[in-house]
């Protein structure tokens, strides 16, 4: 069977172990906060909110997710934080790209299901 499925969604089945017990945070040209729900369970958020929409997850399942168009800028503030709050603590600056080189390996130490491969490029 095949099935197509939104890139937000794909990234969740590629890393989430357990779909129903974590969350999903996906940087990239754009930014989602994302947890899986089963219909019919009762969604703690107020309906009809601009802050999240649901999509379609396999199993019927379904995403509630909080999207913003600006997930590259995100990585960027965070590796900035990261960096300031090193220097602050009086490590010393770090150059930024090894601030994006430890960041990234922490996210890749949840790669190892099934050979997926990703390199992201923020901003070109």
């Not at 960027?76 to 010393?92: H, I, K």
């Not at 990234?104 to 992201?120: V, Y």
């Amino acid at each position: 069977m095949i099935a197509a499925v939104g890139d937000n969604q794909a990234s969740m089945l590629a890393t989430l172990c357990e779909p129903e017990r974590e969350l999903a945070l996906t940087l990239g040209s754009g930014g989602q906060l994302s947890a899986v729900v089963r219909r019919d369970e009762a969604f703690p958020w107020p309906a009809g909110g601009d802050a999240w929409e649901l999509r379609p997850f396999p199993d019927g399942r379904l995403a509630v997710v909080a999207a913003s168009p600006a997930g590259g800028s995100a990585w960027r503030w965070l590796a900035e934080a990261a960096r300031n709050a090193l220097n602050d603590l009086g490590c010393g600056a770090l150059p930024e790209e090894e601030i994006f080189s430890k960041l990234n390996g922490l996210g890749l130490e949840a790669e190892g299901r099934g050979g997926l491969s990703i390199a992201p490029a923020f901003s070109g």
